[in-house]
């Protein structure tokens, strides 16, 4: 998405596409979960080898118990990301949190092309998920809010002391 800073910065429309499409999918995050990161291992297969609960188990991907909490925290973050960039202009992350999140995706190796891999596989489940009410809007919105989101975890992907 371009255009990612400036004046007014997030409106409260784009706002409200991002709840709205969010609180339709709530209902199935855990499919909608799944289907998100088989997405990205499709895209980007050696990514599994970053989650150290897909390394070491016997367990068919798609009944991991552990995969669909991660997918779900992407959602539900980069949903509070839109509502805080309307309310504060910023994404506001409890410090102590915002470590732990850098920290951990720094210590697996998570990196750019992965964070990108992850945006674009996002876009096309919400775009799945919602069918009519999908828009260049309602994509630009998730996307802003994404890249805000993870622009503050990079801020703290760093080794931690
Ligand atoms: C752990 C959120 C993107 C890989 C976590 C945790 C959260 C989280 C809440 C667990 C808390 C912690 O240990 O600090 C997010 C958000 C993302 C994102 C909000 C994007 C906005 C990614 C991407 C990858 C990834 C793109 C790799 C493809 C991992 C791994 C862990 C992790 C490997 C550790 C899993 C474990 O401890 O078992 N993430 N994540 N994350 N994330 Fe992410």
Known sequence: CENVGGANLFTEEQEALVVQSWSLMKKNAGE???????????????????????????????????????AKSVFVMTCEAAVQLRKA????????????????????GVADEHFEVTKYALMETI??????MWSAEMKKAWCVAYDHLVAAIKTEMKPSS
């Open 32 to 70: 909608w979960g799944l289907k998100f990161f088989l997405k990205i291992f499709e895209i980007a297969p050696s990514a599994q080898k970053m989650f150290p609960f897909l390394r070491d188990s016997e367990v068919p991907l798609d009944q991991n118990p552990k995969l669909k909490p991660h």
């Open 89 to 108: 202009g910023k994404v506001v992350i409890r410090d102590s949190s915002l470590k732990k999140l850098g920290a951990t995706h720094f210590k697996y």
């Open 127 to 132: 775009k799945e998920a919602v069918g009519e």
